[in-house]
C-alpha cells in the first residue's frame, strides 16, 4: 500500500538550531501539505503545494520557516533559527489530482524536540 | 486559526457502548466535513467523511449525523471496541482545499 514517507522520525535539537524535515508523497500526488501538530492539539496548516507552486502559506512563519518542492514531488520543511514554541509533530500529507478530492493521506510525521 | 469547535476532549466508553464526538464550524463555506482517527505515533487517516447536501451518512458501524442550520456534526460510533481507542479529530474545507482541523477528542474503549 502506497505511504506518504517523512523523515526523521524524530529530532531533538537546541534553540537556534536549524533543522529540516524530508516528506515524499504518494506517487503521483500532485498536492501536498505541511501541518504542525502540537501536542493535544488538531493538526494546523502551514504550507500547501500544487505540483511545484505554493498555493497557501498564509499560516507559515516566514522568518523563521521555509518549504520547497522543487522538482513537484518530494518536499523539505526547514526551520532556522529552531526556537523552543517549535516543538511539535510536523506531518506531511498529500492528496491525489488538482482538484480537491477530501482525502488527505498523512505520513507517520516528524516529531521535533526543541531544547 | 482553529475554526471548528470539538467536544468532548476525552470521552471513556464501555465495550459495546455508543461513542458520541461533537464539532461545530463557523464558516458557512465550508462544504466537506471529515472525521479522521489517529492511533499514537502514527499520522491521521480518513475515517468517514460527509458533504453538507446529506444529513447523514453511516458506514459500517460510523456515522456522520449532519445538522447545516445548526453549524454542527458529530460523529457516531456504535458498538465501540477497544480497538476503536484513539484520538479523533473532526475537520471542515472550504472546495479549494484549506482543511482545517479540531482539537481532537481522545476515545478510550474500556472491555
Known amino acids: 500500500e502506497a505511504e506518504v514517507a517523512q523523515s526523521p522520525r524524530y529530532k531533538i535539537t537546541e534553540k537556534s538550531q536549524a533543522v529540516a524535515f524530508w516528506c515524499d508523497p504518494i506517487s503521483g500526488h500532485a498536492t501536498l501539505y505541511w501541518y504542525r501538530q502540537i501536542l493535544g492539539q488538531g493538526p494546523e496548516l502551514l504550507v500547501q503545494?500544487?505540483?511545484?507552486?505554493?498555493?497557501?502559506d498564509s499560516q507559515l512563519p516566514k522568518d523563521r520557516f521555509s518549504a520547497e518542492r522543487l522538482k513537484g514531488v518530494d518536499s523539505t520543511l526547514k526551520i532556522q533559527p529552531a526556537e523552543l514554541g517549535d516543538s511539535a509533530m510536523y506531518l506531511c500529507?498529500?492528496?491525489?489530482?488538482?482538484?480537491?478530492?477530501?482525502?488527505?493521506?498523512f505520513g507517520e510525521g516528524s516529531r521535533l524536540t526543541v531544547l | 486559526q482553529q475554526q471548528v469547535k470539538q467536544s468532548p476532549q476525552s470521552l471513556i466508553v464501555q465495550k459495546g457502548g455508543i461513542s458520541i464526538i461533537n464539532c461545530a464550524y463557523e464558516n458557512t463555506a465550508f462544504d466537506y466535513f471529515p472525521w479522521y482517527q489517529q492511533f499514537p505515533g502514527k499520522g491521521p487517516a480518513l475515517l468517514i467523511a460527509?458533504?453538507?447536501?446529506?444529513s447523514e451518512k453511516k458506514e459500517g458501524r460510523f456515522t456522520i449525523s449532519f445538522n447545516k442550520s445548526a453549524k454542527q456534526f458529530s460523529l457516531h460510533i456504535m458498538d465501540s471496541q477497544p480497538g476503536d481507542s484513539a484520538t479523533y479529530f473532526c475537520?471542515?474545507?472550504?472546495?479549494?482545499?484549506?482543511?482545517?482541523f479540531g482539537a481532537g477528542t481522545r476515545l478510550t474503549v474500556k472491555p
Open positions: 503545494f500544487q505540483d511545484e507552486s505554493v498555493v497557501d
Open positions: 500529507a498529500s492528496s491525489p489530482g488538482r482538484a480537491f478530492t477530501g482525502e488527505l493521506f
Open positions: 460527509i458533504r453538507p447536501d446529506v
Open positions: 475537520a471542515a474545507s472550504k472546495s479549494n482545499n484549506d482543511m482545517r
